[in-house]
């Protein structure tokens, strides 16, 4: 079975410049996550989706990022316009449902703000 | 505030011995706690859950225990070995809408 796929793996970009990270779930997955993680730091949760709803955005910083979950499956989130403390690896994960308990996480796209 | 801690940023022990890794945590009643180990450059991959009314679980070499009185979980790795290098974190569930709260980790290192 394959695990959960993320892409890019590393993005170097400047500031002010727009990024996006894409997400593919393990198949069957209603529930995916977006993290944060910052050097010598645990992840820190941006958004959650159940199927294609985002039941939980509070940390999403909605000035500058979005996500969507398009038909429930894979899922897009962006940064636009970026800054430099955007810099830190976004992880994506999924689990069978809200209270599945168990997250699977992707390996992360690495991001570099210069 | 609410607050999860684990204690050591950094564990160095012997290959063989038993490495006991610590998560405190305030102003939460988790229903659950969960161990993840995350290799560099790599995602968390999920070892061990506890719940609330379980005091003890163990998985081969590993064993959790959750104290709900003294808001602790110990994470215990026996005859530990090189390969089990890595950072462990904690994630209790306790966050806004049930949402998996992390905390730093601390990063094991098993000499030869």
């Known amino acids: 079975e394959a695990g959960v796929v993320q892409s890019p793996r590393y993005k170097i970009i400047e500031k002010k410049q727009p990024v996006a990270f894409w997400c593919n779930p393990i198949?069957?997955?209603?529930?995916l996550y977006w993290y944060r993680q910052n050097l010598g730091q645990g992840p820190e949760l941006l958004i959650r989706?159940?199927?294609?709803?985002?039941?939980?955005d509070s940390q999403l910083p909605k000035d500058r990022f979005s996500a969507e979950r398009l038909k429930g499956v894979d899922s897009t989130l962006k940064i636009q316009p970026a800054e430099l403390g955007d810099s830190a690896v976004y992880l994506c994960?999924?689990?069978?449902?809200?209270?599945?308990?168990?997250?699977?996480f992707g390996p992360g796209t690495r991001l570099l703000v210069l | 505030s609410q607050k999860i801690e684990q204690n050591s940023e950094a564990l160095n022990i012997q290959e063989g011995k038993t490495a006991t890794l610590t998560c405190n945590y305030t102003?939460?009643?988790?229903?659950?706690l969960q161990w993840y180990r995350q290799d560099p450059g790599r995602g968390p991959v999920f070892l061990l859950l506890?719940?609330?009314?379980?005091k003890e679980k163990r998985k081969e070499r590993l064993k959790v225990t959750f104290d709900t009185t003294l808001k602790q979980s110990l994470f215990h790795i026996t005859a530990s070995q090189p390969a089990d290098s890595a950072t462990y974190l904690c994630?209790?569930?306790?966050?806004?809408?049930?949402?998996?709260?992390f905390g730093k980790g601390t990063k094991l290192s098993v000499k030869p």
């Open positions: 994630a209790l569930h306790g966050g806004s809408q049930g949402n998996l709260i």
């Open positions: 994960a999924s689990s069978f449902q809200t209270g599945g308990e168990t997250q699977y």
């Open positions: 102003n939460y009643s988790p229903a659950y």
């Open positions: 506890i719940r609330e009314n379980e």
């Open positions: 198949s069957g997955h209603n529930t």
């Open positions: 989706y159940e199927n294609e709803e985002a039941v939980d």
